[in-house]
Nanobody
Framework: QVQLVESGGGLVQPGGSLRLSCAGS????????MGWYRQAPGKQREVVAF???????NYADSVKGRFTISRDNVKNMVYLQMDSLKPEDTAVYYC?????????WGQGTQVTVSS
């Protein structure tokens, strides 16, 4: 069992930056593939980025070059550094831990990009 708690969301102007954090607890954190997903109003939840236990990361095309995912297996933390934010990045961002067949989600944190 893994518990995930996101933080760091908020309101930011276009072109600005935010850093999301996800604190994990309850299991051996390092064995999970960790990811960030987002869901905008009226749209399906989509993957933003994920990172394996070894640090290999992959990104959605829409955020490549702007977002960076990282993890700290000692602190049980996952981060999403978001730069050059655009209005279309507005969404609720969710932290995800996966080790098939187990999948865990956080409660989400709102990110709003607006002037």
């Amino acid at each position: 069992q893994v518990q995930l708690v996101e933080s760091g969301g908020g309101l930011v102007q276009p072109g600005g930056s935010l850093r999301l954090s996800c604190a994990g607890s309850g299991s051996i954190f390092s064995i999970y593939v960790m990811g960030w997903y987002r869901q905008a109003p009226g749209k399906q939840r989509e993957v933003v980025a994920f990172i394996g236990s070894s640090g290999y990361a992959n990104y959605a095309d829409s955020v490549k070059g702007r977002f960076t995912i990282s993890r700290d297996n000692v602190k049980n933390m996952v981060y999403l550094q978001m730069d050059s934010l655009k209005p279309e990045d507005t969404a609720v961002y969710y932290c995800n831990a996966r080790r098939d067949p187990m999948v865990y989600w956080g409660q989400g944190t709102q990110v709003t990009v607006s002037s």
